[in-house]
């Protein structure tokens, strides 16, 4: 069996670093596995900074029987042509996956501005037009004959209710080396906030203005390198973003020992994705930026509690690789399809 997986070639993001995870994984545990550029995106140089994963490419798939074909959640028309091999859709995220869209902004009562947050006005309105134009050729018909997969059980229960198709959980690891829990303390952060102004950039101008004796740090323009090290000396990471699934920069800043709070929506609003305390997942209702305002200043009062009441949370980030190589077998090598994630393998 050979396993071939589209990605998005020089794409240097979490969901294309989670498709060489796959590839390299299903390697070290013996099986034949290749990346495939998605169509347009051939010429483009590799990202370098996934040049340690076991990952080469093969310049098409093989559509033959006991094959199977993986493509990302946007790019299900991908496996339209797929007949012969096993078709299989990654569910990355689940708020840019064409279907979800359109079920979104038909049924929302939300200025586009607030469903979209911080995504560019032209780039959000040539997505919506794909998405449109993707489920009316076809992409509908794909899903429903396809095997899916679900990178969080947020995702998972996203596809089995509006597809009513069990998918498998098959998650990602965060590829950073996180620090010795004995290091974990609050000596030496500064009581500031780091955040990823790419998924909150609204809110936190608002948390800005209301509360200028807050120090923030927002995460941009910086090497991977530079962003460790931020986290590393920040004593918190706020995310208030939408989580449209297992998030990798909250994973990050915990293996750095900042205390993570998030907003309680997407993956983050259930304890089997985010398995954080119920005090560091802030509501949405009816006012997000005030409820992080008292998240953030109940962790300054106290940082010792709040980094000791996240230990199991750093525990489990640093068991991912492990857990993903085991949901690899699973799925792919003994073919344990349906495990919805609720339960460790």
Known sequence: ??????????????????????????????????????????????????????????????DAAGNAVVVPETQA??????????????????????????ERAHRSTLPLERTRMSRPPLLWARYLNRAIKGVR??????????????QS??????????????????????????????SVTAEGRRPRVAYNPAKSAVLMAEFARRR??????PLRGMTGEQVAEALRTSLIYLDLGTHPGKDRMPREAAAMGAVVLVA?????????????????????????????????????ADPDAALADQREYRARIAAERDVFDREVAAAFIRGERGRDGAAPL
């Open 1 to 62: 069996m050979t396993t071939y997986v589209y990605y998005p070639r020089g794409l240097a993001t979490g969901g294309p670093e989670a498709l060489h995870q796959l590839v390299d994984s299903l390697r070290r545990q013996g099986q034949d596995a290749y990346l495939v550029p998605i169509p347009g995106t051939e010429d483009t140089p590799r990202a370098e900074r996934y040049a340690h994963y076991d990952a080469p490419e093969a310049p098409a798939i093989v």
């Open 137 to 150: 050729t076809g992409e509908d018909a794909v899903l429903r004959r396809a095997g899916h997969l679900a």
């Open 153 to 182: 059980h947020y995702a998972w229960n996203h596809v089995f209710a509006h597809l009513g198709i069990p998918g498998t959980i098959l998650s990602d690891y965060t590829p950073i080396d996180p620090l010795p829990e004995a």
């Open 77 to 102: 028309l991908l496996l339209k042509d797929v007949r012969r091999a096993e078709p299989l859709v990654w569910w990355l995220s689940i708020d840019y996956a064409p279907r979800f869209v359109i």
């Open 212 to 217: 200028p004796d807050i120090e923030l740090l």
């Open 264 to 300: 309680r929506r997407g993956a983050a609003a259930n304890d089997v994705d985010v398995p954080l305390p119920w005090r560091h997942k802030i509501d949405v209702l009816p006012d997000v930026v005030d409820a992080a305002l008292r998240a953030v200043d109940a962790v300054i």
